[in-house]
């Protein structure tokens, strides 16, 4: 008698943990879908892990909106298709033609961090700053200007163009300080065509429903 | 009070530590041979060594040389003798002198890391710094010669 009792006991401890779990889950889907968005599909996730729910439709959305911030001045300009950074809200190629280098920070005495300090300087068409400022290494150019929303798609999430990132870096690297520097540009230049709030809701909505390529 | 070792000197500098370095040099220190251009780092005629870097003094705050060490015109060499400044007066480059300065502060940057630099390496790295009279061609050719002196000379300064 005692025995089925035991057995019942032993059973019912992982049942009952997930039951509690489940309803904390629930729970905390419900708060984070209440915190950004209607669409539970472009919900960030309160915790850092990520589960992906594969949905093409919801996953094609965000990425346009992705798409819009990293084609824009701010991302772009870093991400050449040459080795000569880009400037200004039409993308030119950046006056006295400083060059990426091997490690993206500049050659001789053409440094970003020459002309770059750690933070923005005042004034109107100064040097915009950060601590870390510099291109995509030459072994790892991470190129956007040109591509097409599927080209862009695809080599974002190729570990072998994206920097060996795996989904979880790729989503810490919206946090990342250069990727924020987007949205401190200093004096005389736009903004990103998104917040960083919404940038990031979109960059992990893509994600974490696929990361599915335009066609 | 912030602390600056410049040309090999300690320095306790009384500023705003926001205050351009070039200011700080040029008119706290008296070390004119450091230029003022443009002030916004577009043209390269006040180029420092800041840890060998050569960065733009017109835009570098006080506060991020604070503890390092600044190298100006002044301090390239003791006796005006850096292979660079040898090869400038041999091949007579400046016109009205201006912007020469940054232009020998960065082509120094330039030799230290590379040794037998081409032609284009020679553009890549020297790119920043403008020259109102077009020195340009005798910029290149004194930086090829001060190579050679380098290398002649066994020195890597």
């Known amino acids: 008698m005692n025995r089925p009792m035991k057995e019942g006991t032993n059973y019912d401890l992982p049942i009952r943990?997930?039951?509690?779990?489940?309803?904390?889950?629930?729970?905390?889907?419900?708060?984070?879908?209440?915190?950004?968005?209607?669409?539970k599909n472009e919900t960030a996730p309160a915790s850092p892990v990520y589960e992906i729910k594969r949905d093409s439709i919801t996953s094609l959305k965000a990425f346009k909106q992705v798409y819009k911030v990293l084609m824009s001045p701010r991302c772009m300009n870093c991400h050449p298709s040459g080795d000569i950074p880009l400037q200004g809200e039409d993308s030119h190629l950046h006056t006295m033609s400083p060059q990426r280098g091997s490690d993206g920070k500049g050659v001789y005495a053409m440094k970003c961090s020459n002309c770059h300090q750690p933070t923005n300087t005042p004034g109107l068409h100064t040097p915009p700053g950060n601590p870390n400022w510099h291109l995509p290494p030459a072994d790892m150019k991470m190129v956007f200007q040109g591509r097409t929303p599927r080209q862009l798609a695809e080599q974002l999430i190729d570990p072998k163009r994206n920097g060996n990132k795996d989904i979880k870096k790729l989503i810490a690297h919206a946090d990342d300080g250069l990727v924020l520097a987007a949205w401190n540009p200093g004096e005389g230049r736009n903004l990103p065509p998104l917040s960083h709030a919404d940038f990031k809701r979109a960059w992990i909505t893509w994600l974490t429903t696929g990361a599915y390529a335009p066609k | 009070m912030t602390t600056i070792t410049i040309n090999g000197n300690q320095q306790q500098i009384d500023a705003d530590p926001n205050m351009p370095l070039l200011w700080v040099i040029r008119d706290l220190l008296g070390l004119t041979g450091t230029k003022y251009g443009c002030g916004v780092a577009q043209c390269g005629a006040c180029v420092v060594h800041l840890n060998g870097d050569a960065v733009r003094s017109c835009v570098t705050r006080l506060s991020r040389a604070e503890g390092q060490q600044i190298v100006t015109i002044e301090g390239l060499s003791k006796n005006n003798d850096h292979p660079v400044q040898l090869a400038w007066n041999e091949e007579s480059v400046p016109q009205c002198g201006y912007c020469h300065s940054g232009q020998i502060m960065s082509a120094a940057v330039l030799l230290r890391e590379n040794s037998n630099p081409s032609d284009a390496d020679i553009d890549a790295a020297m790119a920043g710094n403008i020259c109102r009279c077009g020195t340009y061609q005798r910029i290149r050719k004194a930086i090829r010669l001060a190579a050679e002196l380098q290398r002649k000379e066994g020195t890597n300064k």
């Open chain 1, 17 to 39: 943990a997930f039951a509690v779990t489940g309803i904390l889950l629930t729970a905390i889907g419900i708060m984070a879908s209440g915190l950004h968005s209607s669409d």
